[in-house]
């Protein structure tokens, strides 16, 4: 008896969990005009390439660091709550068309072994 109150009470359950009620209101549809035409104004995407970076490696800390100032290479504020991404330049790609492309790869990269994960340092920006 207890078998089939059990499952009678799981199929009950089933039955008003996949139940759908009405459909609600429809949701704001957003300020008329083109998109990207009428908000605010904003800094998106910035890009920014310095070269002859030679990383110092602190052996205390194990890790390799560079301090670079923002305002030496750029006119855009840079805010605490951006996101810096580190890339480095890994050389050129030749395609089977016969062009070429930059490689970058993104600091810090991870490697995975069989038995370990090894990640390479971040560099410190400020």
């Given at each position: ?18 139940c759908?009620?009405?459909?609600g ?102």
């Amino acid at each position: 008896m207890k078998k089939v109150t059990l499952l009678l009470g799981a199929f009950i359950a089933l039955f008003f969990i996949s139940c759908e009620g009405p459909a609600g209101p429809p949701g704001f549809d957003g300020f008329d005009g083109q998109d990207g035409q009428d908000g605010e104004d904003g800094i998106q995407g910035q890009v920014f390439e310095v070269d002859n970076i030679d990383f110092n490696y602190d052996a205390g800390g194990d890790i390799y660091s560079y301090i670079i100032t923002y305002s030496d290479f750029t006119s855009f504020p840079v805010y605490e709550s951006d996101a810096v991404l580190v890339y480095r330049y890994d050389g050129s790609v030749d395609y089977q068309d016969n062009t070429t492309a930059d490689a970058w790869s993104l600091i810090p990269q991870n490697f995975f072994y069989p038995k370990a994960l090894y990640n390479t340092p971040m560099p410190t920006l400020s």
